[in-house]
């Protein structure tokens, strides 16, 4: 079964700075596809980043940026210019193709401090 | 985009009760969904698999007598929690697939027994 490992708990980042927030995962699959999701205090999921594994490429949606290393298992999202809208919950998933859920790490709560 | 529309919000029941939440794919065709569990402060960990037509797939430890599970369209997947006891108390969360494999999010259901 694949798993996906979130290191950290609870990470904090000063407004206007850049955080990193970290995942692994593991899995023997060799298409699938990993996500970003925030939840912000009203628990709304909401699709931060997405990242195709046969891509190369690593996925961006403006100040939010991914280094997947598919050798590593590892995906890292990178949040540019933090604002205080960031603050929330983080969870890495993981999907196979086809018509599977997604299953998630167990998150990181992001503080920004003004 | 695709909305996914989940109801009850926000239910408070009796303990002893049974309680039945919606998830409907509003725009799209959805032949399968998903639903999760959320306790406070912790991962989505996912309960079942929702099939259009057919019966549902249950994670190993939740108890298919007690959350029931029906998908008779493709656009509509309830989750009954049957005799429900505190314990049952927790944010329950479906998510919907469409034909392009993407995954959308109702916005939970905050189920409370008292």
């Known amino acids: 079964a694949q798993t996906v490992t979130q290191s950290q708990p609870e990470m904090s980042v000063q407004e206007a700075e850049t955080v990193t927030l970290s995942c692994t995962y593991d899995?023997?699959?060799?298409?699938?596809?990993l996500f970003w999701y925030k939840q912000p205090p009203s628990r709304q999921m909401i699709l931060v980043i997405r990242?195709?594994?046969?891509?190369?490429q690593n996925a961006t949606e403006n100040r939010f940026s991914v280094n997947f290393q598919k050798a590593a298992k590892s995906f890292s999202l990178k949040i540019s210019d933090s604002q205080l809208g960031d603050a929330a919950m983080y969870f890495c998933a993981y999907r196979n193709s086809g018509n599977t859920p997604l299953v998630f790490g167990k998150g990181t709560r992001l503080s920004v401090i003004a | 985009g695709a909305v996914v529309s989940q109801h009850p919000s926000r239910v408070i029941c009796k303990s002893g009760t049974s309680v039945k939440i919606e998830c409907r794919s509003l725009d799209f065709q959805a032949t399968t969904m998903f639903w999760y569990r959320q306790f406070p402060k912790q991962s989505l960990m996912l309960m079942a698999t929702?099939?259009?037509?057919?019966?549902?797939?249950?994670e190993q430890g939740v108890e298919k007598d007690k959350f029931l599970i029906n998908h008779a369209s493709l656009t509509l997947s309830t989750l009954t929690v049957t005799s429900a006891h505190p314990e049952d108390s927790s944010f329950y969360i479906c998510s919907a697939l469409n034909l392009n494999e993407k995954l959308f999010f109702g916005s939970g259901t905050q189920l409370s027994v008292l």
């Open positions: 899995t023997s699959e060799s298409d699938y596809y």
């Open positions: 990242q195709e594994a046969y891509k190369q």
């Open positions: 929702s099939n259009e037509g057919s019966k549902a797939t249950y």
